[in-house]
């Protein structure tokens, strides 16, 4: 049995096929159509997904669509009376979803009358919560969605057991921890869509003096086994504006519509920063205020939740999810021992949410899955990797080209790493999910303290404040960081150990922490590999990590590996077997 998961019409726009309960194949649109965020229809995902599986259209059974515009029907209309505009928008995005089945038709060039697919709609939360339990390792768990908005919520929380989930709570729109960080990072001067991870970083430069008026802008409340959050809305203008001018038309990148209030920027001290003036102590301790009310109201509800499912573990997805921070708090702060956060926790992993959700909970299917890697996009042969080396020009001249056994592969590329060069790590199955796992990475050395400006200044051109992340054999995780536990989709931050510290400075954070990616022989062997090798090779079993981008998404085919090594001027790149070096 074939079903497909399609988030359309979304951010993070992205297709998933799971075949007999096992996924086979997830991207997101933006790996090919080269549009961070993309959020129209993913034809180019979809395409990809079933020939991964040699399926075409004629032989999917079900198609899933994360969203159902029934959903807290009553409230939508509420607001559809007092905000015309909302109620066109609405209507608009119905109409979408309504020719799902056409558009796939007409995308992908497909006779309309071969589909005999049942379409589903899953709402938006319950997708979330299913896309990070179902592939869980856990029999039962308690489960958390926060993100920003989706079909009018943005928390749900539950139990999961077996192949089937329960819903034991909601949290509607307006009130919401995602719109929370996203208003506060548009105030401090950060206006793209996404800046939250920017905010969260700076955060650590800071001391949160502000922690007072942040809780009054995110008021949380418990009662028995009720609790839950409120946003003083006196501070946003969400509410007034209309949740859906979020989304810009078409297969662009989301645009956000201003969210906080006057009455916000009086409360925090005055005018919100303009994104070119120069970032001050108060912005950052404005920043750790922001992070530091997240962590108690995140960590407060998860509190409640261990209490009321009674659980020692935790399935976690929603933009929220992404929070590395709060969520390397998890064991500290809370009786949960065991937490899974879904690699793709953003919109993104509905396609995958949606999918399994129609296999366990409206088919009554057992399970069969556990997503323990994140390898389920494009890969590419080794002749292909030849052609696109052949025809990019790099032959011509000034670059040494080796195919290589695996052995001496690693031997000479760790060495390029220990040298205090920048290598491009191309390799295998691109990674599900907005992290470079090891599959499409930059590599560097971690040892070397300067290697940060190095790399925003050659390489990324991005913020300095923000972290790199340390990939380590999750073997040696204990010995390095204050927690073992597995972090396999960086998304956990642990303290690194204070003896630690000055011996891999480079992906160590301001606060001592590193949001680290702990690697294991059976979910990347090579990437294994090589940093086994940098270890015997310097005695660090650490490298730094970064995605294989420079302000773009992150390199999908070989073609685009090239030409973002030739652009950013690494000094060298991996492809496969091939070792590229400059001359
Ligand atoms: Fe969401």
Not at 152 to 158: I, N, Q, V
């Amino acid at each position: 049995m074939n079903i497909l998961g399609i988030n359309a019409y979304h951010g993070n726009a992205s297709a998933a096929l799971v075949c007999d309960g096992k996924l086979v194949a997830a991207v997101e649109e933006e790996r090919f159509n080269r549009v961070k965020y993309a959020a129209g229809f993913p034809a180019a995902a979809i395409d990809y997904c079933l020939k991964e599986a040699g399926l075409t259209l004629a032989d999917v059974d079900h198609v899933a669509v994360p969203r159902n515009p029934y959903a807290r029907l009553a409230t939508k209309l509420l607001y559809a009376v007092r905000m015309p505009s909302f109620a066109r928008e609405r209507l608009r995005v119905l109409s979408k979803f309504t020719a799902i089945p056409a558009a796939l038709a007409q995308t992908l060039d497909f006779d309309p009358g071969k589909i005999k697919a049942t379409f589903h709609r899953v709402e938006h939360h319950q997708a979330h919560l299913a896309s990070t339990f179902f592939v869980s390792p856990f029999e039962h768990a308690a489960m958390l969605s926060a993100d920003g908005l989706g079909d009018f919520a943005s928390t749900m929380w539950g139990t999961g057991r077996g192949s089937r989930m329960e819903i034991d709570g909601v949290i509607a729109f307006p009130h919401s921890l995602g719109l929370y960080y996203s208003a506060v990072t548009q105030y401090l001067g950060f206006l793209k869509f996404g800046d939250e991870y920017k905010v969260m970083g700076l955060a650590a430069y800071g001391q949160p003096e502000h922690l007072d008026a942040f809780r009054d802008i995110v008021r949380f409340h418990e009662n028995g086994s009720e609790f839950g959050f409120r946003l003083g809305l006196d501070y946003f203008t969400h509410h007034r504006t209309g949740p859906e001018m979020t989304w810009a038309e078409s297969d662009k990148t989301p645009v956000l519509g201003k969210m906080f209030s006057e009455a916000m920027a009086k409360r925090l001290g005055g005018l919100s920063r303009q994104p070119e003036e120069p970032l001050e102590q108060r912005h950052r301790n404005l920043a750790a205020s922001l992070q530091a009310r997240l962590e108690e109201v995140y960590l407060g509800m998860l509190r409640k939740l261990a209490a009321i499912t009674q659980t020692k573990a935790v399935c976690l997805a929603g933009g929220v999810a992404f929070n590395c921070v709060a969520n390397g708090k998890i064991f500290d702060q809370t009786p949960f021992q065991e937490v899974y956060v879904h690699p793709a926790a953003g919109d993104g992993g509905l396609a995958v949410g949606a999918a399994f959700y129609i296999w366990h909970q409206v088919l009554g299917k057992p399970r069969l899955f556990v997503m323990d890697h994140a390898y389920w996009g494009p890969g590419y042969a080794s002749e292909e990797i030849r052609a696109a080396i052949d025809s990019s020009g790099i032959s011509k001249g000034g670059y040494g080209i080796a195919k290589l056994p695996d052995g001496e592969l690693m031997k000479r590329t760790a060495a390029i790493i220990a040298d205090g060069k920048i290598l491009g790590w191309y390799q295998g199955r691109a990674e599900w999910g907005p992290r470079a796992l090891g599959n499409r990475s930059i590599v560097a050395d971690p040892r070397r303290p300067e290697m940060k400006e190095i790399l925003n200044r050659r390489i990324k051109h991005r913020e300095i404040f923000r972290p790199f992340a340390p990939s380590i054999l999750a073997e040696k995780a204990g010995e390095w960081f204050e927690r073992s536990y597995p972090s396999p989709f960086m998304t956990l931050a642990y303290p690194v150990r204070p003896e630690k510290r000055d011996k891999i400075p480079a992906p160590t954070h301001v606060d001592g922490t590193g949001r680290l990616q702990t690697v294991t022989a059976e979910a990347n062997p090579r990437y294994h590999a090589l940093i086994s090798e940098f270890e015997r090779q310097t005695g660090v079993p650490v490298v730094l990590n970064t995605s294989f981008n420079d302000n773009e998404p992150i390199v999908c085919r070989p073609e685009e590996a090239l030409d973002c090594f030739l652009r950013a001027q690494m000094d060298a790149l991996v492809l496969g077997n091939y070792l590229i070096t400059r001359l």
